[in-house]
């Protein structure tokens, strides 16, 4: 059954009402109408199935006929990667999003050679959007929050938020199931360095934050490469 995402404030009593790009997709892409079933999921990962009733050029009205809320929250799960050049993020994007993340936020880093410009506000959106095609994708309940580029300051201040920040990073040496040896929180963060990997100096005051190392085995992988190893290990060893 196709997938669609709305905001909560869209749905009044027994009625959806989805808008936007959307309808276009709805009417005129998939060719839906009255009668046709589909599922809308809300910000709180509550999903509705619900039946088209009537279509307009800005608008579907759809009738819920069942609701299936979300079960007792797993932990949350972010990824920090250092910001690359070119159109890498939008993969990491795309692979994070499927992979489960919760969370993800460029970083500028040492080694970065791209730097947020005019334009950083138009990137988040097509990031968002990008993230938005890999959850119907994947058919994942939620959403991951898109952060714009994060400086070096903003990103350490931001991890004290969590229970446990794993770096990996190819001069560590313990691997992932040690680094979450008796975990017990519900906020984990993963960090990823940019091309040429994280400077030392980076790695010695995430460590000196209360940050584990870990690494991802005796290959040196692309920084497009190593979330998506980071995240299926972590997703593993977690049950998640």
């Known amino acids: 059954m196709r997938r669609f995402f709305l905001n909560s404030q869209a749905i009044e009593k027994d009625f959806a009402f989805i808008t936007g790009s959307d309808v276009h997709h709805i009417r005129d892409v998939l060719r839906l109408g009255p009668g046709d079933a589909i599922t809308v999921i809300d910000e709180s990962a509550a999903e509705y199935t619900v039946e088209i009733v009537a279509l307009s050029d800005h ?3 759809a009738r819920i006929i069942a609701v299936k809320r979300p079960g007792a929250p797993c932990v949350f799960l972010s990824l920090f990667q250092g910001l690359p050049k070119g159109t890498k993020f939008d993969r990491i994007i795309e692979k994070a999003t499927e992979l489960g993340a919760d969370r993800i936020s460029p970083v500028i880093m040492e080694r ?3 730097r947020p410009d005019a334009a950083t506000g138009g990137r988040v959106e097509r990031w968002r959007r990008i993230a938005e095609a890999a959850a119907k994708q994947s058919r ?3 959403l991951p929050q898109i952060d714009p580029p994060l400086s070096w300051s903003e990103f350490k201040n931001t991890l004290a938020d969590f229970d446990l920040v794993i770096v990996f990073w190819e001069g560590a040496s313990d691997p992932v199931d040690l680094a979450l040896s008796g975990f017990a929180g519900q906020n984990l963060a993963v960090v990823i360095g940019p091309e040429g990997g994280l400077a030392a100096a980076e790695v010695t005051a995430l460590v000196d934050a209360g940050a584990k190392t870990a690494w991802l085995g005796p290959r040196i992988l692309r920084t497009e490469t190593a979330p998506v190893a980071a995240l299926a290990l972590v ?6």
């Open 112 to 114: 970065s050679v791209a």
């Open 140 to 142: 994942r309940p939620t």
């Open 59 to 61: 608008e579907v009205r």
């Open 235 to 240: 997703n593993f060893v977690l049950g998640r």
